[in-house]
């Protein structure tokens, strides 16, 4: 157990639909990492949040968004999802920039 | 654009022989790489890590080799035991990225009794 935890584990919604993915981070981590796992990708990182302020950003579509709470904790918005959506998004968590991630087990988000 | 790549997809062991798995990176700037293990429907977990003013880190039954000169990275498991089996990702990260890790395609290892 990575001591960084994600909610829903799976998520099935329809094309067009708007979606919120949860992760609380490891305690005392300030850093929450997001990443997009799928078939033909691979692992790409999508955006980071430092102590409530975004910090970098990776591959990440327009249609998507993240926040950073103060209690830390970080939520994922995808909106006017696709088909291609469709896959495992992971969260992860350090505790200053270039600290060891730690991953969540994931929400598997399915879009029919 | 910069890039990590692995070189075998797929490695197939038997039980108690030493794996070995490699990656390549194209980024020089890169000064933090880590290898993870990620089994079927769990995240990445994180496996051994080294610094780029290192050649070698040991850690219980794993060691990683950086060779800054060819920008290669390895992972070499010892006495590979079953629940060894996994995909294996090499990721690269600095912080000219803000550390955010640039992950390889994955290696399938599949360990045989």
């Known amino acids: 157990d990575s001591g960084v935890t994600q909610t829903p584990k799976h998520l099935i919604t329809a094309t067009g639909q708007r979606v919120t993915l949860r992760c609380s981070p490891r305690?005392?981590?300030?850093?929450v990492y997001w990443y997009q796992q799928s078939l033909d990708q691979g692992l790409q990182f999508l955006i980071q949040?430092?102590?409530?302020?975004?910090?970098a950003k990776g591959n990440i579509l327009e249609r998507f968004s993240a926040q950073q709470f103060p209690d830390l904790h970080s939520e994922l918005n995808l909106s006017s999802l696709e088909l291609g959506d469709s896959a495992l998004y992971f969260c992860?968590?350090?505790?200053?920039?270039?600290?060891?991630?730690?991953f969540g087990p994931g929400t598997r988000l399915t879009v029919l | 654009g910069e890039s990590v790549g692995l070189h075998l997809p797929t490695l197939s062991v038997q039980e108690g022989d030493n794996s070995i798995i490699n990656c390549a990176y194209s980024?020089?700037?890169?000064?933090?790489f880590i290898w993870y293990k990620q089994e079927s429907g769990k995240g990445p977990q994180f496996i051994i890590d080294?610094?780029?003013?290192?050649d070698k880190r040991q850690g219980q039954r794993v060691t990683v080799l950086l060779n800054k000169t060819v920008k290669h990275l390895s992972l070499q498991i010892a006495a590979t035991q079953p629940g060894d089996s996994a995909v294996y990702f090499c990721?690269?990260?600095?912080?000219?990225?803000?550390?955010?890790?640039?992950f390889g395609k994955g290696t399938s290892l599949l360990v045989t009794p």
């Open positions: 992860a968590s350090s505790g200053l920039g270039g600290d060891t991630q730690y």
């Open positions: 305690s005392g981590d300030l850093s």
């Open positions: 949040y430092y102590n409530g302020e975004e910090r």
């Open positions: 980024n020089s700037a890169s000064d933090y």
């Open positions: 080294i610094r780029s003013n290192m």
């Open positions: 990721a690269e990260t600095g912080s000219n990225s803000g550390y955010a890790l640039n």
